[in-house]
């Protein structure tokens, strides 16, 4: 009689590498898009921080502040009564900030003005234009959105699968 032959099978092979395969295809499922959700999410939590950093600043400053916004970038703008709304110093806080890549950001209500000009308006009482913005993918947007009240209140609100 022969000894048994050491090793596997074909068949437990097949089935290891179906266990594996089933295994990793739930593990890419439960990832979904690999954070990009999350990211956007954070961008919007970024730009509403900033924006409430815009209107303490025009109160401190006793200065109109105005926020010039379109879909892939925004920057703050300061009114000059002779010159009207300028770009301020160069530094950070003034510089354009742009959105990433694959952010896709839409104004639902704000001031409609031209390219130039600010959508949204920081006068020195704390009041502000009020404002709704949404927040998200080419495949699933709105993932969040950031809104202003007239009062000055600057909200940020996950939508969905972001947060």
């Known amino acids: 009689m022969r000894p048994p032959e050491r090793g596997f099978t074909l068949i437990e092979i097949l089935v290891v590498v179906l266990i594996l395969g089933i295994t990793l295809g739930f593990a890419v499922l439960s990832?979904?898009?690999?954070?990009?959700?999350r990211r956007v999410v954070m961008q919007a939590e970024q730009f509403a921080n900033a924006l409430r950093l815009v209107e303490q600043r025009a109160i401190l400053?006793?200065?109109?502040?105005?926020?010039?916004?379109?879909?892939?970038?925004?920057?703050v703008l300061t009114f000059d009564p002779v010159k009207g709304?300028?770009?301020?110093?160069?530094n950070n806080f003034f510089r354009e900030h742009i959105f990433s890549g694959n952010t896709l950001v839409s104004v639902q209500k704000?001031?409609?003005?031209?390219?130039?000009?600010?959508?949204?308006?920081?006068?020195?009482?704390?009041?502000?234009?009020?404002?709704?913005i949404n927040f998200g993918l080419a495949e699933q947007p709105p993932i969040a959105s950031v809104e202003?009240?007239?009062n000055g209140t600057i909200l940020l609100h996950a939508i969905r699968g972001g947060a």
Request: glycine letters at 12%.
């Open 31 to 37: 990832f979904g898009d690999f954070g990009a959700a």
């Open 85 to 90: 709304w300028q770009p301020g110093p160069r």
């Open 61 to 75: 400053e006793t200065r109109t502040l105005g926020v010039r916004l379109n879909n892939r970038a925004w920057q």
């Open 148 to 150: 202003g009240k007239a």
């Open 110 to 132: 704000a001031l409609n003005a031209e390219p130039s000009k600010p959508r949204i308006i920081f006068l020195p009482t704390g009041n502000i234009t009020p404002f709704l």
